[in-house]
């Protein structure tokens, strides 16, 4: 038995408040969730729920087992996020250099990367400001004029 599992499927049996209610919540069946109550009541020795047909209710060492799994589980997922946001999400400050006119959208976060958008139509003002990136309208028949003349060079 996978007690750790057993206990996530624990908490999740009492924050539903029902077997059923849990099974639907997790992608397992309803026999495999009574299975790991039961393994779990075997393991300790204890009963930690009772079950009627209309409700479920926690034994004191139920309880105990409830409160106890809830903090273990939700220690363990700190630690994931920790561990894995550090090297999975970017993060850091983006400074973006618009025009005037695009600068409406103003500082945005996003995850862990913090947006700020810097207005400036002077160039002089943008290499003052250093922005991570600079955009920058542009005329499209400009830029093909460009490519023919790299065309016309080959």
Do not use: C, N, Q, W
């Given at each position: 038995?996978?007690?750790?599992?057993?206990?996530?499927?624990?908490?999740?049996?009492?924050?539903?408040?029902?077997?059923?209610?849990?099974?639907?919540?997790m992608p397992t069946s309803l026999t495999s969730v009574s299975r790991q109550i039961a393994a779990l009541e075997e393991h300790y020795g204890t009963p930690l729920i009772v079950r009627t047909t209309r409700r479920l209710s926690l034994t004191d060492d139920?309880?105990?087992l409830y409160e106890r799994a809830k903090a273990v589980l939700g220690?363990?997922?700190?630690?994931?996020?920790s561990l894995?946001?550090?090297?999975?999400?970017?993060?850091?400050r983006l400074r973006i250099s618009a025009p005037t006119l695009m600068g409406h959208f103003g500082?945005?976060?996003h995850g862990e990367i913090s947006r700020g958008i810097l207005t400036a139509d002077e160039q002089g003002v943008i290499v003052t400001l250093r922005p991570?990136?600079?955009?920058?309208?542009?005329?499209?028949e400009g830029l093909s004029r460009i490519r023919r003349r790299k065309a016309e060079q080959r």
């Open positions: 038995m996978d007690r750790l599992a057993a206990m996530a499927t624990f908490v999740r049996v009492v924050d539903s408040g029902s077997l059923s209610g849990a099974a639907r919540s139920g309880r105990l220690e363990l997922k700190d630690i994931e996020m894995s946001s550090s090297h999975r999400h970017p993060s850091g500082a945005v976060t991570s990136v600079t955009l920058r309208p542009y005329r499209a």
